[in-house]
Structure formats: C-alpha cells, structure tokens
C-alpha cells in the first residue's frame, strides 16, 4: 500500500516570502518532506531512466528573466511521445498510461481531510508518482485516481489540487504546471507535473489587467499572452471553478492550452511588502497554437515550464548561446496571433460574464 497523505486547509502554508526574502533554510513541510524524501529514495534506488543532479542554469540578460537550464538526457532519453491528433482524443488503454508504472514508482496517495468543509463530492485521490524522466528536482506527477482512465482534459478536482499542492508547499520553489493535448502533453492519461525549481520567476508578480472582477479573471500584461487567476488558502474551490469554466471553454473550442501554478503575489498588490508575499497561488493560463505530430524544437519545447520562463534546454550549443530574444522568438511561433487572441480574451469575457 502506497503511503497515504490526509491533508486539510490547516495544513496550508501562508507565511511564504519571495525566494530572496526567506532565510536560507525553508523549513520544510509534511507535504515537502514526503515529496523530496520519497523523491530522493527513488533516485537513489535507479528508478530513473537517468541520474539527474544539480543542473548547469543560467540567467539570461533581458527584462523577461528567462531561467535556462542545460538537461540533455532528458531530451534523449525519456519516452516518446504518444501521438496525438485531437484536444479532446479519447483515453487509449492499449497506449502507455499510469496504470502501467512500477507501483515502486509511486509516492504516496493525497487525500483531503473528509471532515473538510470543502471536500469535493465525490471524493477522490491523487496518486503522486515520480517523473522517471524529471526536469528538476522533486519531479512527479500528479495523477486523479488513474483507474478512472481520465483523458488529459484538466478537471476541477485536478486544477484544485494543484493548488492545493502549491499551498501545502512551505517553499515557493515549488511549481505545478499542466500541458494539454496538442500544447505537448506527451501521455493522454490525466496528469499535471510539479517540481522544484530553485529561481525566481517574473511570472510571479508580473503585472495584470482586470476582465472579469467577480471571477478573478486577468490577463497577463508584458509577458507572453495568457490569462491569470489568483488564489489562497479560503478560495480554492472558487478560483478552481473558474478556472474550469475557461477551460472547458477551449478544450469545446478545440484551443490547445497550458497552465503554469506557482506561488505569487496578489495581482493587486499595491506595496512592496505585498509584492514580495508569496501566501497565496498564480495560475497562469495560455491558449496557444496546436502542435500536432509538429516537429519539436531543438533547443526546447514551448510547454507549461517554458511559457513561465524556465527554459530546459536539450543541447549545450543553444544553452550557450540562446538570447531572451531568441527565445522570444521561438515561443511566438507557438502562440496565437494578436487578433485572434483579443477575439478569445471577448469570448472568454462574455462567457464568464453569463454564467
């Protein structure tokens, strides 16, 4: 039996600072400590297709802040792939999927606290895995109940826990991110990925504008096109459900899309005390063209950890020599034109505003 993680709004973390306003040591927490240990041991037991230690990283000049990181080995050595030709393709169990691991693979099962006010009915679990082909640190997956053979269309139970993860997270270095069908999402099993990555990132307190004030809908303004959300610890459930609601709104509208969770200021923070408070969660979501059996990019993949500024690279020449402009570049081929995108952003107001 997988060990078991019983969780409840008391164990959200809220006094979370910007990286570089923590003292040195974060103290972790239960859910950091299960996650790293549990991710540790299965490293050091050659669960992994490789052995992944501190990545070479570097920052590149600009105002974007890009984190770039050199990991070839997973360029080259994870799995391939699955082919994908629709946003809504249907769960294949002939396909690999998640109930295919080695269960020595698995982490631990999440479950929230049935006595909690905000337990989602029907209940359901969360089974953390390690990615045996991690980016970072910490690397897992977070996967809603795989006997349930859910295609990788987010629902609301996934969205809000990964929220929740992000929340029960004493370190912000923590970020949980989703890629759908068609925005490179490599399995059509339902799954988000969370790890750790040690950089601050601008996407935690770049500025947004107000949409739609009675759902926390914003778009993001001087980064790459999207939209955001923002959430802590007493407005989970709301934020998750609005979220949803955007979201349902692409997969119908065939929008391929990825999401970013990462620990962030209020969009409307107005101090510099309030810019550096990390208490509650970003959730940056970004419509963008669809990529399907489309040749991959050789020095990255534009993906959920891309848009966000963190930039795996898969070989040490574009590491190297990659500038914020060029990778800039890249990632605007992979976005929706300006007027499409202000079409979606009125489509996705009005939406928002009828329900």
Excluded at 67 to 96: C, D, M, W, Y
Aim: glycine share 6%.
């Amino acid at each position: 039996m997988p060990l078991q993680f019983v969780y409840s709004l008391q164990d959200f973390v809220t006094d979370v600072c910007q990286r570089d306003r923590n003292p040195p040591m974060v103290t972790p927490s239960k859910f950091d400590t299960i996650i790293k240990t549990g991710w540790t041991d299965r490293m050091k037991r050659g669960l992994f297709r490789y052995h992944l230690g501190e990545l070479q990283t570097r920052i590149l000049p600009g105002p974007l802040g890009f984190v770039a990181q050199l990991n070839i080995q997973r360029g080259t050595e994870r799995r391939k792939p699955q082919e994908i030709l629709s946003i809504q393709q249907k769960f294949n169990a002939k396909q690999f999927n998640f109930n295919k691991i080695n269960p020595d693979e698995i982490v631990c099962e999440m479950v929230r606290d049935s006595g909690d006010s905000a337990q989602l009915t029907p209940p359901s679990r969360m089974v953390v895995l390690v990615n045996v082909s991690p980016l970072e640190f910490g690397h897992c997956l977070f996967v809603p109940d795989p006997s349930r053979c859910l295609p990788q269309i987010i629902t609301r139970f996934a969205i809000q826990v990964g929220i929740e993860s992000v929340l029960l997270s004493s370190d912000p270095a923590f970020r949980v991110g989703f890629n759908s069908l068609g925005a490179f999402a490599s399995v059509n099993h339902l799954h988000l990925h969370g790890y750790y990555l040690d950089h601050e990132l601008k996407i935690e307190s770049v500025p947004a504008k107000l949409l739609v004030p009675a759902k926390g809908f914003h778009r993001l303004l001087n980064f790459p096109p999207g939209f955001l959300f923002y959430a802590e610890a007493e407005d989970v459930e709301e934020v998750s459900k609005a979220i949803c609601h955007v979201t349902d709104f692409l997969v119908a509208k065939n929008i391929a899309h990825n999401i970013f969770l990462t620990r962030g200021c209020s969009p409307e923070s107005q101090s510099e005390e309030d810019s550096c408070s990390r208490k509650g969660v970003r959730i940056a979501v970004w419509p963008r063209l669809s990529c399907f059996g489309a040749k991959e990019e050789s020095a990255f993949n534009v993906a959920l950890c891309e848009l966000a500024g963190h930039l795996p690279f898969k070989n040490k020449k574009d590491y190297e020599l990659t500038t914020e402009k060029g990778v800039t570049d890249i990632i605007q081929k992979y976005l929706l034109p300006e007027d499409e995108f202000s079409r979606l952003e009125q489509q996705l107001i009005d939406h928002l505003l009828g329900l």
